[in-house]
């Protein structure tokens, strides 16, 4: 059974930093690209970052580029998200997400969250 | 990137059909054949139902069906359901390899 679980998240405040990780298990993680998606509080999905499986392609939303940055461990299954700089628009919940494969575009499997509120 | 355009809400009877439009350009949906739409039920995970416009993942209903002309993409639902009753989001890949999300339907059965 696939499973993503984030962790990480929490209260912090503005202009801090937090990381979030995302551990995989239940497929070959090493052979997927796996994104970061957020969702505020009342508000729709938004992309945030993704990262192929050999982490030789990165991307970033224009909302966070500069000041998050995204990478994998594919011995340890996991994904991270290191969120520097916060802001109070960056409280959301996120969401680690697995692309389908290499020749398919969209995302089949999602983790339950990871809350983060940035206030002071 | 802006946010794909979705109709706020969308609404129908059980039984009928109904569909949902998700406008972009020609840099995200209109280029790419890789639209892929989701279900959100409240304090849910999303939910993928149609990859690449128009493929099911399997275990989905085939209620569940997607299309696509120029800009715009459509999610159509039929013999609609109690269950149906979520928040549904499109999604595209774009010329600038990332993703954008459309703005969300909130699909209400009647």
């Known amino acids: 059974e696939v499973q993503l679980v984030e962790s990480g998240g929490g209260l912090v405040q503005p202009g801090r930093s937090l990381r979030l990780s995302c551990a995989a298990s239940g497929f070959t993680f090493e052979d997927y690209a796996i994104h970061w998606v957020r969702q505020g509080p009342g508000k729709g999905l938004e992309w945030v970052s993704g990262i192929s499986w050999s982490s030789r392609d990165i991307g970033y939303a224009d909302s966070v580029k500069g000041r998050f940055t995204i990478s994998r461990d594919n011995v340890k299954n996991s994904l991270y998200l290191q969120m520097n700089s916060l802001r109070a628009e960056d409280t959301a919940l996120y969401y680690c997400a697995k692309e389908i494969s290499g020749s398919y575009y969209g995302f089949d499997y999602w983790g339950q969250g990871a809350l983060v509120t940035v206030s002071s | 990137q802006s946010a794909l355009t979705q109709p706020a809400s969308v609404s129908g009877s059980p039984g009928q059909s109904i569909t949902i439009s998700c406008t972009g350009t020609s840099s995200d949906v209109g280029g790419f054949n890789y639209v892929s739409w989701y279900q959100q039920h409240p304090g849910k995970a999303p939910k993928l139902m149609i990859y690449d416009v128009s493929h099911r993942p399997s275990g989905v209903s085939n209620r569940f069906s997607g299309s696509k002309s120029g800009n715009t993409a459509s999610l159509t639902i039929s013999g609609l359901q109690a269950e149906d009753e979520a928040d549904y989001y499109c999604?595209?890949?774009?010329?600038?390899?990332?993703?954008?999300f459309g703005t969300g339907t909130k699909v209400t059965v009647l």
């Open positions: 999604s595209s890949y774009t010329s600038s390899s990332t993703y954008v």
